[in-house]
């Protein structure tokens, strides 16, 4: 027998009365999910109505666009088939060597080299850029590159000016006779412009010409840089001019040198070099 004196729990309607009815009546449970989902049912009637409509509206913007219009998100970040085939939407490419990116040109207006281009190419796979969007993007790369190599080479320029005045300063008046004699032992040695270019700009000028003179001058690559009267001391470019001018009346040795004989055609590049100042 229920004692009258026991207070009811507040919200808990008096026993033997149903539950109050709501507005939205007993829809079925996957209704009634929806809407406690979007709080509709915690709404007054007229608000939930207002609601209901913009969300309606918001859903008809989409009605009737065409499928390819439409994209869905994979819900699973780890799912790799379904985000490629979102990107595959956008327009990035299934593979590096179908993106298109011959427009993209250096500073100087040559196009980027192979090698280069397939490494860009891959970067810019891995960041699903679009195709539309890759060139732009690697345009930036190589104009990036471009600058800090300008800024490289400005700086090597103004380090190899000063190497080039101390190395004067140390040969002095040798300095013509030197230059050639360390470039003949770098030639005979198999250095080329450009090996002997790599090699300066790595270990200083400077020390690599130096390093060249003295190896020359062990070989006898300063045999054709020596005066006639003292074969062990270079030879000035007064000597070099004057040397030249009687070789112009030397009708043997111009046969020779037409000829193409070593020896008269390195002797007349030396003195030249050396009557020029190197």
């Known amino acids: 027998m229920a004692d009258d004196n026991i207070p009811a729990v507040p919200g808990t309607p008096p026993a ?5 009815a709501t507005w939205y009546g007993t829809p079925d449970t996957e209704t009634l999910g929806y809407m406690q989902a979007r709080g509709y049912d915690k709404m007054t009637p ?3 109505a207002i609601e209901a409509m913009k969300a309606h509206r918001e859903a008809e913007k989409l009605i009737g ?17 379904g985000w490629n085939k979102v990107h595959a939407r956008l327009g990035v490419p299934a593979e590096a060597k179908d993106y298109d990116i011959s427009a993209v040109k250096r500073a100087d207006g040559s196009a980027v080299a192979d090698e280069e281009a397939a490494v860009l190419k891959t970067i810019a ?30 700086e090597y320029t103004a380090l190899l000016a000063v190497e080039r005045d101390t190395l004067a300063k ?9 230059k050639v004699v360390a470039e003949n032992a770098a030639k005979a040695m198999g250095f080329d412009e450009d090996m002997l270019a790599t090699l300066e700009r790595n270990a200083g000028y400077a020390k690599v010409m130096e390093g060249f003179r003295q190896i020359g001058m062990k070989t006898g690559e300063d045999k054709f840089v020596t005066g006639a009267s003292d074969k062990s001391a270079p030879i000035t470019r007064a000597e070099a001019t004057y040397r030249l001018s009687q070789l112009e009346n030397d009708t043997l040795w111009w046969d020779k040198f037409q000829k193409g004989d070593a020896a008269t055609q390195t002797e007349f590049n030396n003195l030249t070099r050396i009557k020029a100042g190197g």
Not at 171 to 178: D, K, L, P, S
């Open 170 to 178: 140390n040969w002095g008046t040798n300095a013509a006779n030197f």
């Open 46 to 48: 007229d608000k939930a």
């Open 125 to 154: 796979r891995e960041l699903n850029l679009p195709k539309d969007v890759a060139p732009v993007f690697v345009q930036k790369l190589v104009k990036l590159a471009d600058e800090a190599n300008a800024k490289m080479d400005a």
């Open 16 to 20: 033997g009365n149903p539950p109050a």
């Open 65 to 81: 666009a065409p499928a390819e219009q439409l994209l869905r998100l994979p819900k699973d970040a780890s799912d790799l088939d």
